[in-house]
């Protein structure tokens, strides 16, 4: 069995360590960039609709990104740049992802090039997007 499993419901469970992740971010879904404010809005929106059935998703926190990234997976973003997530998430996505760290005006994202964060202004139009995510990650 696979750690990423394709629940063919636009979800991908990492059974590594139980959560649950959107197959596409939220530039491949709306078609547009996002600053963090937007993507919490996103978050509600899919809440709202029950998306999968679930109405607990939200933006992920920078240890639950790490643990899609690993340099050994490789996966086409919209640029057609290799980003490291697995294969089984949809290709042509951002090469970044908003987490739940704010700090003021300032966010952390994380980038899926490099494996690094850095803090960007929590208001910039990008090219950012988030991959929502629920459940609890274990350890």
Do not use: Y
């Not at 966010?107 to 991959?131: D, Q, T």
């Amino acid at each position: 069995m696979s750690r990423f499993n394709d629940n063919e419901n636009g979800t991908i469970t990492d059974t590594e360590t139980d959560l649950t992740w959107f197959k596409k971010d939220s530039r491949q879904i709306t078609g547009k960039w996002m600053h963090l404010e937007k993507s919490e809005k996103f978050v509600a929106e899919q809440n709202s609709e029950k998306f999968a059935g679930f109405d607990d998703w939200r933006v992920p926190k920078l240890e639950d990104i790490k643990t899609i990234f690993d340099k050994s997976f490789s996966l086409l973003d919209f640029g057609k740049s290799e980003i490291h997530i697995p294969p089984v998430f949809e290709a042509g996505c951002a090469d970044n992802t908003w987490t739940d760290t704010v700090n003021g005006d300032r966010a952390m994202m994380f980038s899926l090039v490099k494996g690094r964060s850095s803090w960007i202004n929590r208001f910039g139009e990008g090219p950012f997007a988030v991959r929502l995510v629920r459940g609890t990650r274990k350890e």
